[in-house]
């Protein structure tokens, strides 16, 4: 079955990076245009960074130039490199395809200021 597992989550102070990763299963990866997304309390799910299944990317303008989405296709995964991180990325990070795959349970973002 169709399964998205994140990973990379964790606490963090202001300015420092983390690299969150998200295996996918059970599609053919190769042909997804690939997405991360963030869920902060009491906000509704947003777009992070997309990734084409040629590799074009672009991101919301709040992490324009901190961070990087990429993909390695042999491994069936996705990347974002987050730097600079600041407070108001704290929140749960998940990947999907423009909501068309069955969510993962994502990986907890926490920027301590």
């Known amino acids: 079955q169709v399964q998205l597992v994140e990973s990379g989550g964790g606490l963090v102070q202001s300015g420092g990076s983390l690299r969150l990763s998200c295996a996918a299963s059970?599609?053919?990866?190769?042909?997804?245009?690939m997405a991360w997304y963030r869920q902060a309390p009491g906000k509704q799910r947003e777009l992070v960074a997309r990734?084409?299944?040629?590799?074009?990317?672009n991101y919301a303008d709040s992490v324009k130039g901190r961070f990087t989405i990429s993909r390695d296709n042999p491994k069936n995964t996705v990347y974002l490199q987050m730097n600079s991180l600041k407070p108001e990325d704290t929140a749960v990070y998940y990947c999907n395809s423009d909501g068309t795959l069955p969510w993962g349970q994502g990986t907890q973002v926490t920027v301590s200021s």
């Open positions: 059970g599609i053919t990866f190769r042909i997804y245009g």
């Open positions: 990734i084409t299944r040629i590799g074009s990317t």
